[in-house]
């Protein structure tokens, strides 16, 4: 059993660093709660042991300190009623207006077993960024425990992410439930895997997931390349790819990462086949081509019926499935059969027993849009920060709860 989960938070003060950087309209209604939804097993422990929550976050970029737009007061309402629909009926939560400063410490003072506080953005201050070692500790100040469950800023090595852990002991410092269980997810698929493992990597940009690819040629057997970035692998073979997406300063490193798998005996899988289009547009004329054989003036926007066919044999034979980046611009109605028909393959072969994590932005949208994110083993909360886990990179909030 997890150190947070053995632990009772019985008149505690527990200082919980969450991530409720959510989506706001200009109404200020949140449009997307996943990220507040995704605390409230953590903050229900802690309540139903008999213990208080003070809740910080960041919201946005704010630039110039206080900010009517970035300020957390908006999630109140919402965040209050997440929390009666828990079963724990009018838990009440309060607002503090400044994130340290007297009147936060003498409202963290006065809060009673079950009751939380949402403290204002943490980002007000530029200290947050910046790591600031004196505003951790001001921060420190207001709990008796420190519990990090913002996954999605554990990449981050700032104030109330990580430089803050040094000032409560081994035993008052922790990861949440939610953090916990990415922790895990990532391990599963990096340290963990059951062969044959393959990871699926889409996309637009080679250059963003080169150091992904070079960690998991360590540790997966089949490696899918889809998406825009398949084009740069493609014509570094000499395939013809029209006007597809491509960046000709990385064909030599898509050939070293080539020759790399090679070496490995870990098998690239390249699309052979692509959906095509005479323009960057949901409305453009398509067609489909071999992806090594590309007519000027298309581009591929979408692995092709063959390729779709090929990932999903290669998918449904793996006990073990990383995948991030979409297959195609599945914005588009047009080319997002790829993407769709790899969602299926995934939760095929999860129903047969794979592991199965999607992690990092498009691919977490496109899982959410298409109806499979239930059909999964696991659908990560954080983007940058999951991406830098399979980079094989250690992240600053967990190696400052650990330290
Ligand atoms: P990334 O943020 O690198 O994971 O890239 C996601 C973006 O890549 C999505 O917005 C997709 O529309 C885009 N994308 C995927 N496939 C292609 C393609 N073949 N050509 C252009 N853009 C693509």
């Known amino acids: 059993m997890s150190q947070f989960s053995q632990h009772s938070f019985a008149n505690e003060k527990v200082l919980v660093r969450v991530d409720f950087n959510v989506p706001l309209n200009d109404k200020y209604e949140i449009t997307d709660d996943t990220r507040m939804r995704a605390a409230i097993p953590t903050i229900k422990k802690i309540l139903s042991d008999g213990g208080s929550v003070i809740l910080m976050s960041h919201l946005g970029r704010p630039k110039d300190g206080p900010t009517e737009k970035y300020s957390l007061k908006h999630l109140v309402p919402h965040l209050q009623q997440l929390l009666n629909a828990t079963g724990q009926p009018n838990v009440p ?23 939380v506080l949402l403290l204002e953005n943490l980002r007000f201050y530029k200290e947050e960024e910046k790591g600031d070692k004196a505003f951790a500790e001001k921060l420190s100040r207001l709990g008796d425990v420190y519990v990090n469950d913002a996954f999605g800023t554990a990449h981050r090595a700032h104030a109330s992410t990580a430089v803050i852990a040094q000032f409560f002991p081994k035993d008052k410092r922790m990861f949440g439930l ?8 990532a391990e599963k698929v990096l340290h963990e895997a059951q062969k044959p493992s393959v990871a699926i990597i889409g996309g637009a940009k080679v250059s963003d997931k080169i150091l992904i690819i070079e960690n998991l040629l360590e540790r997966a057997t089949d490696i899918i390349i889809g998406g825009g970035m398949a084009y740069t692998f493609i014509k570094a073979q000499g395939g013809k790819i029209g006007n597809s997406l491509c960046e000709d300063d990385r064909l030599d490193t898509a050939r070293e990462l080539m020759k790399k798998a090679e070496a490995k005996g870990v098998r690239i899988h390249l699309p052979s086949d692509s959906i095509i289009a005479d323009k960057f547009d949901a409305n453009a004329n398509d067609s489909a081509a071999p992806s090594n054989n590309i007519p000027d003036g298309w581009m591929g926007l979408d692995i092709g019926e063959n390729a779709c066919e090929q990932f999903t044999n290669v998918i449904h034979k793996s006990k073990t499935i990383l995948w991030n980046g979409p297959m195609g611009v599945f914005e588009m109605a047009k080319f997002q059969h790829g993407t769709k028909a790899i969602a299926k393959a995934v939760a095929e072969a999860t129903q047969k027993g794979a592991f199965s994590l999607v992690g990092g932005g498009d691919s977490v949208a496109a899982v959410n849009q298409f109806g499979y994110a239930d059909k999964v083993s696991y659908v990560s909360t954080g983007g940058g920060a999951m991406l830098e886990y399979f980079e094989g990179k250690q992240l600053p909030g967990i190696a400052a709860v650990n330290a």
Do not use: W
Request: aromatic fraction near 4%; include cysteine.
């Open 93 to 115: 939560v309060l607002f503090a207006d400044d994130c340290i400063g007297e009147k936060a410490v003498l409202t963290a003072r006065m809060l009673r077993p079950g009751e």
């Open 178 to 185: 939610l953090m916990e269980s990415e922790v895990r997810s």
